[in-house]
Nanobody, 119 residues
């Protein structure tokens, strides 16, 4: 069983930066996906960014050019640098570890970190 420990986030004014980090308690699979989802108030959880073990990254259109995901396979960590934050980026951000590519059946989730962007 993997546990994901998240850190970072908090409160920032619009235009400012924040960083999220997530560390897995186990050695992640050599073929896996790690990333971040967020849940805004009253909305469903949605993709923010993911990074595969092969090096490919994927971003939600709304964060392209502002957010950067990075993954360290040796340290079993994934981070999200968020720049030029907007009030609509507010929500709870969840770290994802998907050890089986192509299926969400074995997904692990962190407990979530609050990100609040004030206007």
């Amino acid at each position: 069983q993997a546990q994901l420990v998240e850190s970072g986030g908090g409160l920032v004014q619009a235009g400012g930066p924040l960083r999220l980090s997530c560390a897995a308690s186990v050695s992640v699979s050599s073929i896996s996906t790690m990333g971040w989802y967020r849940q805004a108030p009253g909305k469903q959880r949605a993709l923010v960014a993911t990074a595969s073990s092969g090096g490919s990254v994927n971003y939600a259109d709304s964060v392209k050019g502002r957010f950067t995901i990075s993954r360290d396979g040796a340290k079993n960590t994934v981070s999200l640098q968020m720049n030029s934050l907007k009030p609509e980026d507010t929500g709870v951000y969840y770290c994802l570890y998907r050890p089986r590519v192509g299926t969400s059946e074995y997904d692990y989730w962190g407990q979530g970190r609050q990100v609040t962007v004030s206007s």
